[in-house]
């Protein structure tokens, strides 16, 4: 081997080691960069006519597991799903009340049916009949107070799909600027591996938004698919989905088409949007809540209806009415009922109208039975409107031996799309037990699955980090190793300098 031949090895050898040491650089510096993948140099020996010519650079390329990969970013999207969920349904939690505490629905229903049992034993007493009053006015407002709760979180749910689609649509912008600079970048033969880690996050960042597949072409193309098997268009600079802002009321629904769906380039995909922040808060603002609010208006029809028939109007609408039922859909008359309710204006003004009644009762085989108030004037003592509310309105049958009309629990809803996911209660108390504890399991379950999945999601994360992430102690050797070839190559370029020199001055000499 010649001397220029030692040289060119020896220098060659050292552009190599600076471009090794620049990876281990930056894959120290990106070593807590969540999803960054360690990025490795390629090299191939170079040799002429079976004679060792040094090492050329090639570009560099990343630790990867595409396989593992995918099932991290699909677990960040059932995470993200459930994390959003829990959120919502804690916030209705909190108005919920707790069971047995005095402020959840079944026992503020309770209280009012006490207040009655003691008024039953003192029929004339003003403070009794007023305590009645008291308790139905603290029952309505109650239910209102969980109505409007309903209502604000599928208006937060309607906000952040606006906000999450103007995110994902940022993220399917960076995705396309970035597959264009590494289709352009593989074409000429260099390194993508930086940009292929900063797709990586923009896909990371939209996974936690819906739930996505990546499909990456032998030029380095990404084509991004939801699960659903829609294509979402990453080259679109004004971003390909959209949703126009909304007011999320119980009289609107996405099924009636009184809420904005999801579009893409002008199509309807909501249907197809699944997981992720985005899928939860379509779930939340289209099915669950306005299930809940569905729920919560058939109880508070039915508990005023029940009142009336007995022939005490004691929760009306704000026109002193009782909603009428009977409608097509089910609830058509009485959609967001439970926001309005209130106690009768007519028995807050006079409330010795809970001992004798606001009207008269026909009476139907079906139905109650035939009812007359007590009269102007008629006995202080009269109690038999108090005994019809606590066996009758209270209880599961409307008059003895017949049971009372089964509330709607399908059909529900201003477009009657919606089902509640419980049996159909005969007596109120019942119905506000099914009504709470069906929407408090529905948090456990969110807030158990989430803890499985976050389990899941860390195990998955810690496996890949493992595999593709950036070990410090391989980098440390790696720099090791790199000095020591450093100063290898750096001697033989100074040994080989030397005797150039000495070679040169014999020449000269």
């Not at 650079?57 to 995470?79: E, I, M, Y």
């Not at 597949?213 to 990453?234: E, F, I, Q, R, Y």
């Not at 209660?425 to 506000?432: T, Y």
């Not at 100063?487 to 000499?509: E, Y």
């Amino acid at each position: 081997m010649n001397l220029d031949a030692a040289l060119s090895i020896a220098t060659g050898g050292v552009a190599n080691i600076d471009r090794q040491l620049a990876l281990v650089s930056q894959n120290i510096a990106n070593a807590s960069t969540p999803g960054y993948a360690t990025e490795v140099g390629t090299q191939q020996a170079l040799t002429e006519s079976g004679l060792p010519m040094g090492v050329r650079s090639g570009p560099a390329t990343r630790l990867t597991d595409a396989a593992l990969q995918a099932q991290t970013q699909a677990q960040a999207s059932t995470v993200a799903d459930l994390t959003t969920q829990q959120t919502a349904l804690q916030a209705i939690d909190a108005v919920q009340g707790t069971p047995g505490q005095g402020n959840d629905l079944p026992s503020l229903l309770g209280a009012l049916s006490n207040q009655f049992s003691t008024l039953l034993n003192q029929p004339d007493n003003q403070t009794a009949q007023s305590a009645v009053v008291g308790a139905a006015s603290t029952l309505a407002s109650g239910i209102n107070a969980l109505s409007n709760a309903y209502t604000a979180q599928r208006n937060t749910a309607q906000g952040n799909l606006v906000s999450g689609i103007a995110s994902a649509n940022q993220a399917l912008t960076q995705i396309g600027s970035l597959n264009n600079q590494i289709v352009t970048l593989k074409s000429t033969g260099q390194s993508t591996a930086d940009l292929e880690n900063q797709r990586d996050r923009a896909v990371n960042t939209l996974s936690g938004l819906l739930n996505v597949k990546t499909l990456v072409s032998p030029n380095g193309d990404m084509l991004v698919l939801t699960n659903a098997g829609l294509t979402l268009p990453t080259r679109d600079t004004t971003g390909p989905l959209s949703i126009a802002n909304a007011n999320a009321a119980p009289q609107t629904s996405y099924a009636s088409g009184t809420l904005p769906g999801v579009m893409l380039n002008g199509q309807d995909v909501t249907g197809q949007i699944r997981g992720g922040q985005l899928g939860a808060n379509i779930a939340l603002r289209d099915t669950t809540l306005p299930t809940y609010q569905a729920e919560l208006d058939e109880f508070s029809q039915t508990l005023a209806s029940r009142f009336s028939a007995q022939g005490l109007t004691l929760f009306t609408d704000p026109t002193g009415a009782v909603p009428s039922g009977g409608g097509t859909p089910a609830q058509a008359g009485y959609v967001g009922f439970a926001g309005t309710i209130q106690v009768n204006p007519a028995v807050t003004a006079n409330p010795s109208l809970v001992r004798d009644g606001t009207q008269a009762v026909a009476g139907d085989p079906a139905g109650a039975s035939a009812f007359t108030p007590n009269p102007a004037g008629g006995p202080a003592g009269f109690s038999t409107l108090i005994s019809r509310i606590l066996t009758y309105a209270m209880g599961p049958n409307a008059q003895s031996g017949v049971t009372q009309p089964s509330p709607n629990l399908t059909g529900l809803g201003p477009a009657g799309t919606l089902q509640a996911p419980f049996g159909a209660p005969a007596a109120l108390s019942d119905f506000a037990s099914a009504l709470v504890g069906s929407q408090a399991q529905d948090s456990a379950s969110v807030t158990n699955q989430l803890q499985t999945e976050t389990a899941v999601q860390a195990s998955l994360t810690g496996k890949l980090s493992a595999e593709t992430g950036v070990s410090m102690d391989t980098e440390m050797a790696s720099v090791v190793a790199l000095q020591n070839a450093y100063g290898i190559n750096a001697r033989i370029i100074s040994a080989t300098q030397t005797m150039w020199t000495q070679l040169l001055s014999a020449v000269a000499a």
